[in-house]
Structure formats: C-alpha cells, structure tokens
C-alpha cells in the first residue's frame, strides 16, 4: 500500500487503500430481476449500479432528483450507456422518496422490482463493507473512510477485528443524524450496534458535493478524488497536526473513489440471476 506524504503527520502513518465501497455494498444486494434506485445527477451509486446491471445482466431504473436536463452530464450518460433507464423526481418527492406514497407511484410506474435506497446503504450493503477488512495486509490501529449515507463505515466496523477502531469523516454539514444511521444499519445487519467507530463532522469543507481553493489544492497535489476522499485525508491530517493520533498510530485510509470502467469493456451480462435473459 502506497504511504501519504505530508510534514503534518509527524509520527502517524497513513496507508492508502484503494477500494470500491460502492461495488462491495452492492455484492449482497444482487440477485434480482430489475431494481431500482435513487441519486443526485453525479450520483457514484447510480454509476455502480447501472455498471452491476449491464455487467450481470438485470434490469436497472435510475431514479435521479431533479428534472431531466438534457444532454444528460457524464456520469448519466454512462448509467444509460449501461442500459439504466432513468426517471427523475421533483426535490420535493424525491425528499419523500422512501415515504409509501411516493414508492407506491414508482411501483404503479415500473411495476415489480426491487428497491434500493439511496446511496445503496441497507444490511446487505453492511455486510459486504465488512469483509473490507480482512482485505487490509498491513499491520493498523485505525480504518478511515468518508461517510455519505453511512453504509460503507457501518459495514468497516462490523468487520473489524477486536481492538481496531474506524473513524469516518462526513463530507455532509450537520452531519448529526449519521451516527444514528449507521447505528440503525448495524442494527439490521448484526443485530447490535457497535462501539469501535466515530464520525468526524468537522472536515466537510461546505457541505455535500462543495469543495474550497484549499481542499481543491490538496486533491490536485495528491491526485486523489475531491468530494470525499481528499476531505477524508485533509481531515485525517488536520488530526493528526492537532495530535488527535498518538504517536506511531497506524491508520488504514480507504480510497473509495474508482475510476468508472469504459462501457466497451463490460463483457456479455454473467447472468447473475435465474431469470430471463433480457
Ligand atoms: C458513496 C461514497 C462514499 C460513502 O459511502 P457511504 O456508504 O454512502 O457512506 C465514499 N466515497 C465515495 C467515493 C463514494 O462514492
């Protein structure tokens, strides 16, 4: 694992790993027919789920917030080019997405498929996040990961063995409910809620999906993605300067952001499911 450089961390090591959070928290929830799913128009979890479609060969609908704007952004045109076929909800439906009402519409529309939530985040996806540490080969103290929705700290912590701990940066402001999310996740996946992890809410730089000239700086220097994963290492720096750490701490920085995988290169669908071929 490559080491990140910086005259801030002192005696704390940082180790970053590279790992397809979104793909993990989808492994458990494959298996069905046609499912359906919910996103902002630059959504990474619309991507994966689009690409796990096309790749396994299920039917996919994208349910994006907003209204449609064409030509559909780079990373729409990809779930299409999946094979996605995408429906779009007002801001204010898409806030009461999850409310019976509005999934009793969806269903009236797109008839019988599988629902996921937004960003992926149920039990199954907890437990596909907790065999990521089985798959750390260096001796850690600490798992780092940023937090949208909660699923992938969840699953982190539910996976890590005795005496390690995880600590998630939120890239959200007023991150507050989280914690309660990700106790409600761990709930449903292992039946009790853990106490090795916390959520750092203080390196969010704005709020979801902004950035500032400083965080922007840090990404382009370490090439690494903006919107969660520098706010996680810039955090876990701004940690480390203030002595959060104690000296020699190992910490394990998972680098969620992946690069997308061309349409041309998905092969013909595995056939994941029994069901019919489309
Ligand atoms: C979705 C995502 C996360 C956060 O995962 P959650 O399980 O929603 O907390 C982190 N990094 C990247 C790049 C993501 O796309």
Redo the contacts with the bound molecule.
């Keep these: 694992m490559e080491e990140l450089r910086h005259p801030a961390l002192g005696a704390v090591r940082v180790f970053l790993m590279p790992d397809d ?2 793909a993990r ?1 989808l492994r458990y929830n494959l298996g069905h027919p046609r499912v359906l799913t919910f996103g902002g128009a630059y959504s ?2 619309i991507r994966a789920v689009a690409a796990a479609g096309r790749r396994h060969g299920f039917e996919t609908i994208g349910v994006i917030r907003g209204e449609e704007r064409l030509p559909l952004n780079p990373s729409l045109a990809y779930a299409a080019a999946c094979g996605m076929r995408l429906d779009y909800l007002d801001r204010g439906s898409y806030r009461r997405k999850h409310t019976p009402e509005v999934l009793a519409r969806l269903r009236e529309r797109w008839g019988e498929v599988t629902i996921l939530p937004e ?3 149920n039990a199954a ?1 907890v437990r596909g ?1 907790a065999e990521l540490p089985a798959c750390i080969d260096v001796p850690y103290d600490v798992v780092c ?11 982190i912590a539910a996976g890590l063995p005795p005496g390690k701990r995880a600590l ?1 940066f939120a ?1 959200l402001k007023g991150a507050g409910f989280l914690a309660g999310e990700v106790a409600r996740l761990q709930r449903e996946a292992c039946g009790r809620v853990l106490d090795n992890w916390s959520i750092d809410l203080d390196h969010h730089f704005g709020g979801y999906a902004r950035t500032t000239p400083e965080l922007d700086a840090f990404a382009a220097e370490h090439g690494v ?1 903006r ?3 520098a706010k996680m290492l810039l955090g876990i720096v701004d940690l480390a300067r203030r002595g959060a750490f104690a000296a020699g701490t190992r910490v394990v920085a998972v680098i ?3 690069p997308w995988t061309p349409v041309a290169e998905w092969g013909a669908p595995t056939g994941f499911d029994s069901g019919e071929p489309r």
């Design positions: 959070n979104k928290k990474n979890h960003g992926g985040s996806a996040c990961c940023p937090v949208g929705t909660g699923g992938t700290l969840a699953g998630g890239v993605e919107l969660y994963v969620t952001g992946q």
